[in-house]
């Protein structure tokens, strides 16, 4: 059973300036004395079955086959051209707005399709009580699909809001193509839109308890991804031999599922801070409060594959500043493929939860497993903790801290703060090696078969030749 969760991201306040989003101010609406018109185009959403998506996804839930839906995806066609309100300032620079309206939903987000948006323009999203509000989307969220996913804003009526310069009036393009009406009861979005977290078990450890010391590294490398606006996975940052900082990333083909990944979101850091961890019993994570946003916008796929469940990625647009900013690892790895790990730990976001670590103190071993069938490590039985829908695509790290495979799936899970010692299943990283070791490891920089990691906060002193980090067994 493939492992997926889907979890709303809370509306991001205090934006920070190393985002992929640009914290421009706010809207150009909300300025004092701007000109807006009074009265904005709005289109409401028809509404849906929700008895017949309640009854889809008892189903869905109880497979774990495919991602835990929150929200209801409507196919939209809203373009500049078509819809919305224009506005033309004095000095020549256009506004542009559209209010959407989802009766009765938790949260509103958006795929926008056909998306250009030239250098100085720039959108917003915002709920009309204008309480949150998610950009500003620049050229920067600008690629060669020419998607961007947007995060969520909380409420159920926003606005949608392009702002154009003069000198760019009339290159813009994008269509909203699907807004999604958020129905479930979802932490990321309740009471002061801080809560996005503590949805997952009682018997799970956060990254900043005793069992995470010593993997500080590794932890700064994993990022919770939104899935096609309405699905949750986990994966990591991983490192190449020339330790460049290119951001690949590693994480399960059934979280793919086929689709593209322009629109997937990637936030690194969400966790809790060390002093209000929660280290496997009941109680409260503590928010880790603002700069919470440090999401990276939209992935090219490099290769994916069913035969290990693997999806490797190169993340749009993020920067090795970016890396840097939010201090983010690029993790090691083994491709030797070997029976010879004794240790495994994972990392990830179970149902979409702040970060959590598990640990297996027994030797892994290999065993094919899934529809479709994959090459797998076998955790036969956490010792600490375990993994849930939403931690699908997660590192599995052996005892040298170097990742071993991605988190395919598995029947492991909490029964209070107790895990129920069922065995979890991860695709294979030597088995998906030979598909992508022209990118991880290309010949001018020194083909390995382990790589103990890569920091560019910090980097080694003797990263002179680019490579370090690197080592053979």
């Known amino acids: 059973m493939k492992k997926i969760y889907t979890l709303t991201l809370g509306a991001l306040l205090g934006l920070s300036a190393f985002t992929q989003t640009v914290d421009l101010g706010g809207p ?54 078509n819809s919305g309100t224009w506005t033309t300032l004095a000095n020549g620079n256009r506004l542009w707005q559209l209010e959407l309206v989802c009766d009765g939903a938790m949260t509103v987000n958006l795929i926008f399709e056909n998306l250009f948006i030239p250098d100085g323009a720039y959108i917003y999203l915002y709920d009309v009580a ?67 977290f503590e949805s997952s078990g009682n018997c799970n450890v956060d990254v900043n ?28 940052l991983i490192n190449n ?19 593209s990944t322009a629109s997937w979101a990637f936030r690194f850091n969400w966790e809790s801070p060390p002093g209000t961890e929660i280290c496997q019993t009941t109680g409260s994570s503590v928010n880790p409060g603002p700069p919470y946003d440090q999401t990276a916008n939209g992935a090219t796929q490099l290769y994916t594959s069913a035969a290990s469940d693997v999806a490797f990625l190169q993340i749009t647009n993020m920067t090795l500043t970016d890396a840097q900013n939010w201090n983010c690892y690029y993790a090691g790895w083994d491709n030797t493929d070997a029976l010879t790990v004794t240790q495994g730990t994972g990392i990830h976001h179970p149902s979409g939860d702040l970060k959590k670590i598990c640990r297996e103190n027994s030797a892994l071993t290999h065993e094919a497993w899934g529809s479709p069938s994959a090459a797998c490590w076998k955790v036969t039985n956490w010792d600490q903790g375990v993994t849930e829908p939403g931690s699908s695509g997660s590192p599995l790290f052996d005892q ?14 909490c029964s209070g ?57």
């Open 241 to 259: 031999t020339c330790d460049d900082g290119t951001p690949y990333f590693l994480t399960a083909n059934h979280c793919v599922g086929g689709g």
């Open 417 to 473: 703060t107790n895990d129920n010692n069922q065995p979890d299943w991860y695709g294979r990283f030597g088995v998906s090696w030979p598909n992508i070791d022209n990118w991880l490891a290309p010949v001018s920089c020194g083909v390995t078969t382990t790589n103990d990691g890569w920091d560019p906060v910090t980097p080694p002193a003797n990263d002179d030749a680019g490579i370090s980090g690197v080592s053979s067994p």
């Open 130 to 196: 204008k309480s949150n509000r998610v950009g500003a989307y620049t050229n920067r969220n600008n690629n060669n699909e020419k998607i961007l996913g947007t995060e969520l804003v909380h409420g159920d009526h926003i606005v949608v809001e392009y702002f154009e310069p003069a000198a760019v009036s009339g290159q813009g393009t994008f269509t909203v193509a699907n807004v999604i009406h958020g129905y479930r009861s979802l932490n990321a979005v309740q009471g002061d839109l801080l809560k996005a």
């Open 28 to 81: 150009f609406s909300w300025r004092p004395k701007a000109i807006t018109p009074k009265f904005i185009d709005s289109r409401t959403m028809p509404g849906y079955d929700q008895a017949a998506i309640d009854a889809e996804d008892l189903i869905n839930d109880e497979t774990k086959d495919g991602p835990w839906r929150f929200g209801y995806k409507y196919e939209t066609d809203f373009s500049l051209d």
């Open 209 to 236: 308890c005793t069992l995470g010391d010593g993997w500080e590294n590794e932890i700064r490398s994993v990022a919770m991804i939104v899935v096609g606006g309405s699905g949750i996975c986990t994966g990591a």
């Open 400 to 413: 040298n801290h170097r990742i071993i495979g991605q988190l395919y799936g598995g029947s492991s899970a």
